[in-house]
């Protein structure tokens, strides 16, 4: 039987030299921050059955944990210095925990980002990671920054995880091979980390935030907190190469209102427009120009000929259950 | 139906000027550490059925879930400053919020310790909190500083908390009063931070943990770390009032592998004797000398005749699922 402790030190306790001045093994981990940077900080729970299939093949899994934390990393400009994890678990299943780690370090390892400390215990499976990064005062991506004339620009691509997810419960008939295509996107996101980091380093963005339950209702929180309305050009949003083949009412409503995402959504001047294709460039993430910050409030959906589009769209809501009103 | 977002602006936003440069309500919280100081963090993860009983008082719950966080910067000589609250809950229970978040924040208070972030999901009910804490660079009392000669000192009491663990189990018979008022110690732990932070900031002490899983267990985490042995005195160690009133044998067992204490437990030279009582007396924490700390390896348990006691003692082990083996 695996005790709470081995199971520590053989799965997640890497005992090499780190960023920590402490790591694992105390009562705390310490940190040394930059002198001068201030601390980003996140927390994302992940439950069974909620934001995972019971079954989810556990290195992916031990992936998309890490990735959604480090997708707010980005949204903020931030840069990862190290996580926290608390892991409840039905039982210390070995194959599970190799599995898990490795696709966490993997990505750990890949953003500079270590395992400083958490907890383990016995439960329903349940992930929750909370995540630190550094950033210079000023640069940070904040929501409530979007200014009337903003571009409003998208990373990456939107709605193939939707499209995965409705294959999955039988909304619409997808072939195995756009399953598999589509489910990548779902279970392995690739967090916009440099780019977040170039758009706050070299100031060319403004309010930014990571599209985690759909475009729409993620747009609403920066029109709120900067009291601000929008301008968004359906037929100029960035479509998942599998969703891209399939009929148009279907791509817009995936691209706008579809979640898990973690592409990047943010706002910046006009005068930004060539140093962020650059920085797209610069990082291998595309980047598109979808809309315009509008002084007057609410968010206009509109085609490639102005025309209003009239979808009701809203964001996941935790509680409400479903998307959708 | 309350939605995720109304849950967190209703119970847990205070959109009041605090020590976050960010708060709630943006993709991270963002902190400005104190120039030179180390962030001490550490997450705890509870459980409902595990860490808790199913239907437990939610205003007792909501202080105990940030208490054993507060418990770990003490037990580091950490300085409170701010936490995050990442909750799964079946339903969003109004009643349940508004207790869960009254006790919270009553103790967070008293800590000037501030929510600035986390995530809610529906979920079996789990709760799982990152606190975040300052200490001067090599102030922090780390598990690995014990050395032989050391004094080993508890604060407050031991051994309540598991006997009204007893009581609930029916392990053995309470008085409704003796009931209620060792549930006090298991339900509403007082977390040992002023006395942490004079241990840490006067340099009293060497190494230190708080007893969160029974004293020898924990006890033996700080001797492995550092390499030494430790004697016990078991007729030393503060006993519980309503253990108090039990046989000596009860006493001894709860006492020193009951678990749920959340006391500190430190080690510090015999030149800071006086300064530790007095360090106890400013913070109305007792402080009692229970032992010493040894260059041979192995804790040993003796009476206060020094007789040998033959205690075989575990400290409890989440995967294990009980007390002892």
């Known amino acids: 039987m695996l005790s709470e402790f081995d199971l520590i030190k053989q799965y997640f306790d890497r005992s090499r030299p780190g960023k920590a001045v402490l790591g694992i093994g105390d009562d705390c981990a310490l940190l040394a921050p930059a002198p001068g940077m201030q601390t980003a900080i996140s927390s994302d729970m992940l439950v069974e059955g909620r934001h995972f299939f019971a079954g989810e093949d556990a290195r992916r899994l031990g992936h998309k944990s890490l990735a959604v934390n480090l997708s707010d990393l980005a949204a903020m400009g931030a840069k990862p210095v190290g996580f926290t994890l608390a892991l ?17 370090f993997a990505l750990a390892d890949a953003h500079g980002c270590e395992l400083i400390g958490g907890d383990t215990t016995k439960g329903p499976l349940n992930i929750c990671i909370t995540i630190f990064g550094e950033v210079a005062p000023g640069h940070a991506l904040r929501r409530d920054a979007a200014q009337p004339g903003d571009d409003i620009w998208i990373s990456g691509t ?20 756009e399953q598999e295509a589509a489910g990548l996107r779902m279970h392995l996101p690739a967090p916009r980390v440099a780019l977040g980091m170039l758009l706050a380093s070299q100031r060319l963005a403004r309010a930014a935030l990571d599209i985690s339950d759909g475009l729409v209702g993620d747009l609403g929180h920066i029109l709120k907190k900067s009291q601000v309305g929008a301008t968004l050009n359906a037929d100029a949003l960035p479509c998942g190469p599998v969703l891209a083949t399939k009929d148009i009412g279907l791509r817009r409503r995936f691209m706008a209102a579809g979640g898990d995402d973690y592409e990047l959504c943010f706002t910046a001047p006009v005068s930004s427009r060539d140093a962020i294709i650059a920085a797209g460039a610069q990082c291998g993430t595309a980047v598109t120009r979808v809309g315009v910050i509008d002084a007057a409030p609410g968010l206009r959906l509109v085609d490639a000929d102005g025309g209003t589009l009239a979808l009701q769209l809203q964001g996941f809501d935790h509680f409400a259950g479903t998307a959708g009103s």
């Open 88 to 104: 409840a678990l039905p039982s210390a299943d070995q194959a599970w925990l190799q599995g898990f780690s490795q696709g966490l």
């Open 158 to 177: 939107l709605g193939d995880a939707r499209l995965a997810l409705a294959g999955y419960n039988n909304e619409l008939a997808l072939t195995a091979e």
